[in-house]
């Protein structure tokens, strides 16, 4: 049987203060077994991207819980959080947020140096070469591609070996052909690893990939189904 690697545990959480706010998730209950591809989709304003963010240990539940790799982020103070995320959890956001002055290497290989890892350099040349970027260590972002930059922020959450991915529209920036090109990086990567991935795509056809999908309407899940290659292999 899977083990559950994530769960959150009637979640809650409200956006701002007084007339201004808004309440974003609702009571959201949620289990995702290790190793699956998980496709979160929804309406814009819908909650999606702040249940991400959630998961990823970037925003702070009001009320609830939420256990990932069994350890209970609500409870950990920020410093503890911090050190696992680092540790555990890898991020890709759409813009890719790379450091404009630092090379493609310097982008994978510094937060991996101020985590303590050992040999960072080594394992940020083993990780661009492993996303076709062998030959693009020394260059800088501004003389990267798109999908050129997308490898490398997809190198530098591969880094830590992370046993979740957590992918935020990482196509919306790219062409359909670089699109299409960095998502088969991540699935194949994500299947490589047997790592979790949590994917939010506004993409149909990218979220159909995922052996889930969750649909988040006014910030409550209000669908969570199988595709059919999970349910055929979970009968079998």
Known sequence: MTRTIIT?????????????????????????????????????GSGKSTL???????????????????????????????????RNIGIVFQSFHLIANMTALEN???????????????????????????ERLSHYPGQLSGGEQQRVAIARALAPSPA?????????????????????????????RGMTMLLVTHDNALAARCSRQIKVRSGQIVGDSAQPARAQAVMA
């Open 8 to 44: 959150l545990k009637k979640a809650d959480l409200t956006l701002g203060s007084a007339a201004a706010s808004v309440h974003v998730l609702k009571e959201i209950d949620l289990e995702i077994g290790a190793g699956e591809a998980v496709g979160i989709v929804g309406p814009s």
């Open 52 to 86: 991400l963010m959630v998961l990823a240990g970037l925003e702070r539940l009001d009320r609830g819980e939420i256990i990932i790799n069994d350890a209970p982020l609500h409870a950990l103070s920020e410093d503890k959080l911090a050190d696992f995320r680092g």
């Open 108 to 134: 994978v290989a510094v937060p991996l140096e101020l985590a303590n890892v050992k040999n960072p350099f080594d394992i940020a040349r083993r990780e661009l070469t492993s996303v076709g970027l062998g």
């Open 164 to 192: 979740v991915l957590i992918a935020d529209e990482p196509t919306g920036n790219l062409d359909t052909e670089t699109g299409r090109q960095i998502a088969d990086l991540l699935f194949a990567k994500q299947a490589e």
